[in-house]
């Protein structure tokens, strides 16, 4: 199994990127999909899910700015990240299972 996460990289405040989450030897569409991301010095916390029904979770910081969605038939995941907030920086890791991403660095300067 292998989770390939990309999109990352470095932002200003008020701008958008796009997080992709590629998904190899599981079915895909039996899982939940979640994105966490871990600022520095900070524990990793969940930012949004989206299950296997298609319904979906957003933490309270990130509802309204991003969006998650699933491509069932080619195994994609994905998180699009609007108005970006210095606070939003960190290491975004996608979830599903019992397996992680290796974490795609968003970095938002203000």
């Known amino acids: 199994v292998q989770l390939q996460t990309s999109g990352g990289g470095l932002v200003q405040a008020g701008g958008s990127l796009r997080l992709s989450c590629a998904a190899s030897?599981?079915?895909?569409?039996?899982?939940?999909i979640a994105w966490y991301r871990q600022a520095p010095g900070k524990q990793r916390e969940l930012v949004a899910a989206?299950?296997?029904?298609?319904?979906?979770y957003y933490s309270d910081s990130v509802k309204g700015r991003f969006s998650i969605s699933r491509d069932n038939a080619k195994k994609m995941g994905y998180l699009q990240l609007n108005s970006l907030k210095s606070e939003d920086t960190g290491v975004y890791y996608c979830?599903?299972?019992?397996?992680w991403g290796q974490g795609t660095l968003v970095t938002v300067s203000s």
């Open positions: 989206i299950y296997s029904t298609g319904g979906t």
């Open positions: 979830h599903t299972g019992s397996w």
């Open positions: 030897g599981i079915i895909f569409n039996v899982n939940n």
